[in-house]
């Protein structure tokens, strides 16, 4: 068989024509010594030298299995959010009384409150990502994956934590600049150690998707397009004047713990905000259940952005068709050219340290299956 789409180019830059969202599956070795650290019974010292092997081994088997870019499993984390949250100035780590709810489970109750003014002037990940970019090499390309500005006011103001909010900031208008200033400053850090892709999580835009959301948490009075407005400002804003050869890219997700999923609603609502007016130059999209509707809202995908279709499960070892995905690309292309889509699974394999259901075998097997399509497809 050739390759279906001809003279679509060959893509130098990220998201590659096969990518990944990027956490993994933490080994058991890993998980062991973290256990071992929140007991006392090592340092953190001894912590990170076990993390540092753990992280060598993974970016040598994202490098085997062919990636282009690569991260560090966001093997340091226990949230894919929360621990960058509580690396800036003026936040703390809570517990509240309840977690996330998600289908079936529920989180553990971990948040981030403000406990002074916003603002950065250093951050642990920076020390992180230098570690990355030395074991990455010169032939593949060091991602940093963080939560993007919406997800950090979302988590500012979700229940209790709306107290500090008022406390610190009377006037939320000068919350926002805040936020949006410090995560520039804190991008522009990261571009000194030599980052050039930035991929912002998002899961704001997929709530938004789902009328249940609204209804169940926003309350009465609730005003979409406004709480849109506002999620693209601080994005944006945050994002705006930065070195032109930065790639910052945005993956929208609607929840993905322990295989588990939170929201559900095609991209409609969002579609004209998001797709049209982000100014990043990629979406990494969840569509591997008819959950996110179909592709008619990728029309609104503006300029020469591109699209990497989130068409192969994190959730589950099971391997999809492969004529089905092949057949799901075709019919995108009805909205938006082949040479502007890419292939990868909808989310990480790992959101939070616990992991989504399935073994680090079939992990690497689903990014195997998802490169072999991408060659088949693109050459």
Known sequence: MGTLFKNTGKRTTAPFRYDVVGSF????????????????????EELTQIEDTEIKKLVAKQKEVGLKAVTDGEFRRSYWHLDFFWGFDGVKHVILDRGYQFHGEETRADSARLCGKFSFSGHPFLAHYRFL??????????????????????????????????????????????????YRQ?????????CRNIQLDDCTWGMLCDKNFWTTMAGEGY????????????????????PSD????????????????????????VAKTLLGKENVSAYYLEYDTDR????????EVSGDKLVVLGLVSSKTGELEDENQIIARIQ????????????????CGFASTEEGNILTEEQQWQKLIFIRNIAEKVWG
């Open 25 to 44: 599956l933490r080994p058991d070795a890993l998980k062991e010594a973290r256990e071992k650290f929140a007991s006392g019974s090592i340092t953190r």
């Open 133 to 182: 970019k030395e074991i990455a090499g010169d032939n593949v390309i060091a991602r940093q994956t963080i939560p993007a500005p919406a997800q950090l006011y979302a988590e500012l103001v979700r229940g209790e934590n709306q107290k500090a909010v008022e406390e610190y900031y009377p006037n939320q208008e000068e919350l926002f600049r805040d936020i949006s200033s410090a």
């Open 186 to 194: 804190a991008i522009l850090a990261f571009y000194e150690l030599g």
């Open 223 to 242: 005003d979409v397009q406004a709480l849109q407005d506002l999620y693209l400002r601080l994005n944006n804003d945050a994002i705006a004047d930065l």
């Open 246 to 269: 930065l790639t910052v890219t945005t993956h929208v997700c609607r929840g993905n713990y322990h295989s588990t999923w939170a929201t559900s609603g095609g991209y409609d609502p």
């Open 292 to 299: 996110a509707g179909d592709f008619a809202p990728l029309k």
């Open 331 to 346: 019919e995108a292309t009805q909205y938006v050219p082949a040479d502007r889509l890419c292939l990868s699974p909808q």
